[in-house]
């Protein structure tokens, strides 16, 4: 018997930890399954063609709130393909209304629910006459005559059961592999489905160090742990944390869903002592406001949570990425304005501003009429508004979302986007702005190139400042000076990702310093002072290699794409001054670069003869 496991995952990156499971339990009790993994992006009818290539009997659809109703049509398509074959959807978007899924889909013979690995093999063995179907635990079927029938759940398993799901990863090259050492969650969010198990399974440790060791000696590139609170027993914590610290691989990146209240003196200083990039945390945040928190039943010592997001910032060793729900009772579009300015002021790596989703069987959702919650009717059951936050305030945050997306989350505009900061009151009325900016010249909803970003950024910032200062010719100069300034942080923030070869229109002309720059890496050629890694290149080699920009106020920018820094991959970056010194006299100071020069290039002073580069703090703070 064919049993073809399918997955459809959101991005190709992905695999799916689930079908993995439920072909090496049934493995290992004798049953051979087979796993065809697409994504949501894919064309249905590619997948249904591979599909019958492949000619399951069985084929089992894993379902989520991503996938589910193109899981629904894959099953209504292949059905009228092959009517024969036998149908079964698992997974948590099937599982709380698992009769109303066979109700409304008659192209599904059964549904598994909740945890499926024993319920899998127990259906396995029904199908190969060991067992009668009304014996199979945590299953909704349709029976013969028609009828909708259920069996009790299947008790929780223990996860030292449950085999490793990987083995050939040849397939899997540069692919994020999901791995899981717990099941359940202490907590009881309102609006998550972990709250209804009511029971926390860990993995015996001395199993997950083996499957760690896994990874390690293959040098996966990313394992994401999907534990719902990873750092909910510190035992647990600190014995994976310590493993992974000792068999460090150099490349391996662990990605973990922590809690950050929770850490103590220990667990923080473990991070520390960590290879920059060996972990990530994720940290849910959701909101500040404690009306909120406390309705949604969520338990969170802010003041806590905001001191060890600091400490580990200020490791500069661990990728932090923060989270925030839009839609929460008791949040209106003040407070959560007022969160976001709390939790950009934590300055994370990233800033995830999500918006809330009504899953079935959440608390949150029986309590939608209490809340005047209204949300989508098709996944993935977003909300709409609240008794707390109109409609048009969603519409104003998603726009919000987007601009907290392209230009902070990004990494790509940080140097631009401390500066800019600084001429509002708050963080969150900036990206109000640039999103009403968006909206009011025709950007918004509009795919653009990573140029035009920084166009449409210098864009904004100039019209800002001509509104700011007026048309007057004081108000002009002092326009001009303080975009000179913005320019130079928009130049400095493109190049520290890669040499850009095109340059925006706003960018200083580079002519009349080409004698300077070639002099520099001249100079380098011979010292050899200031790029270490470029030690078997020559001048014109290294002028290619690595970068150095003239700057508007008077300095130079030296970009080293050899050597970058291990979180964000920015190339390693030095600012210098120029001194120049004239041929067959003593050295002395000249006119500095800046005088006397314009933004289209002005009057270049060094022909005069050679200089000395002098380097200086980066007034950025890159």
Request: glycine content about 6%; overall charge negative; some cysteine.
């Amino acid at each position: 018997m064919n049993v073809l496991l399918t997955a459809l995952n959101s991005k190709f990156i992905h695999t799916n930890l689930a079908v993995r499971y439920l072909k090496q339990f049934a493995k290992e009790r004798g049953y051979c399954c087979e796993i065809a993994e697409y994504t949501v992006n894919q064309h249905l009818p590619d997948i249904l063609d591979e599909i019958y290539r492949l000619r399951p009997d069985v084929l089992f659809l894993s379902c989520y709130i991503w996938n589910i109703e193109m899981m629904l049509e894959l099953a209504e398509e292949y059905r009228r393909i092959c009517p024969d074959i036998i149908i079964v959807a698992g997974g948590p978007e099937v599982s709380y209304n698992s009769e109303e899924i066979l109700q409304n889909n008659p192209a599904f013979n059964a549904v598994l629910r909740g945890e499926g690995e024993a319920a899998f093999t127990e259906y396995l063995e029904f199908l190969h006459k060991k067992r009668e179907i009304n014996c199979v635990s945590s299953l909704s079927y349709r029976d013969e005559t028609g009828n909708i029938l259920s069996t009790p759940d299947a008790p929780p398993l223990d996860l030292s059961l449950l085999p490793f799901p990987y083995e050939d990863l040849s397939s899997l090259s540069n692919r994020i592999l999901y791995f899981e050492t717990i099941r359940g969650c202490p907590f009881r969010c309102s609006y998550c489905l972990s709250s209804i198990d009511k029971s926390v399974r860990f993995r015996s440790l001395s199993l997950v160090k083996k499957e760690l060791d896994f990874f390690l000696e293959r040098k996966v590139p990313q394992v994401k742990f999907v534990d719902r609170t990873f750092n909910c027993r510190r035992e647990h914590t600190l014995g994976i944390w310590k493993h992974i610290l000792d068999h460090d691989n150099g490349v391996t990146n662990f990605h973990f869903e922590v809690s950050a209240d929770l850490f103590d003196q220990e667990e923080l200083e473990m991070i520390g002592r960590m290879r920059p990039g060996l972990i990530q945390l994720e940290i849910g945040v959701q909101s500040t406001n404690p009306d909120t928190i406390r309705e949604i039943r969520r338990k969170m010592d802010l003041t806590k949570l905001e001191a060890a997001v600091d400490r580990v910032h200020e490791y500069r060793n661990t990728h932090q990425h923060l989270d925030l729900i839009a839609g929460l009772p008791w949040e209106g579009l003040d407070s959560f304005l007022q969160s976001f300015d709390d939790v950009y002021r934590m300055e994370p790596d990233q800033l995830q501003l999500g918006f809330l989703k009504v899953l079935k069987g959440s608390y949150m959702a029986s309590q939608a009429g209490a809340y005047g919650l209204r949300y989508r009717m098709t996944p993935p059951y977003e909300v709409l508004s609240t008794r707390w936050l109109s409609y048009e305030d969603v519409i104003r945050l998603k726009a919000m979302e987007e601009m907290v997306e392209v230009y902070y989350n990004s990494g790509q505009f940080s140097n631009t986007l401390k500066l800019l900061e600084q001429e509002y009151p708050s963080p969150s009325e900036l990206f109000l702005d640039l999103a009403a900016y968006y909206e009011d010249h025709g950007f918004a909803g509009l795919s653009h190139s990573r140029m035009a970003r920084y166009e449409i950024l210098y864009g904004f910032i100039k019209e800002r400042e001509e509104r700011k200062t007026g048309h007057g010719q004081t108000g002009e100069a002092a326009s001009d000076t303080c975009l000179s300034a913005f320019r130079d942080r928009l130049m400095e923030d493109l190049y520290l990702r890669e040499n850009a070869k095109s340059r925006p229109s706003f960018a200083m002309d580079q002519g009349p310093f080409k004698d300077r720059i070639r002099e520099f890496f001249q100079t380098e050629e011979q010292e050899r002072r200031w790029l270490p890694a470029y030690k078997d290149h020559d001048s014109r080699q290294m002028a290619n290699m690595a970068h150095l920009e003239a700057m508007e106020d008077g300095s130079f920018l030296l970009f080293d794409y050899k050597e970058r820094d291990p979180l964000w991959k920015n190339a390693r970056t030095l600012r210098f001054t120029y001194e120049e010194t004239c041929a067959g006299t003593e050295r002395g100071e000249y006119e500095r670069i800046k005088e006397g020069q314009s933004r289209t290039g002005g009057r270049h002073p060094g022909a005069a003869g050679r200089g000395v580069w002098h380097r200086v703090p980066l007034l950025s703070g890159s």
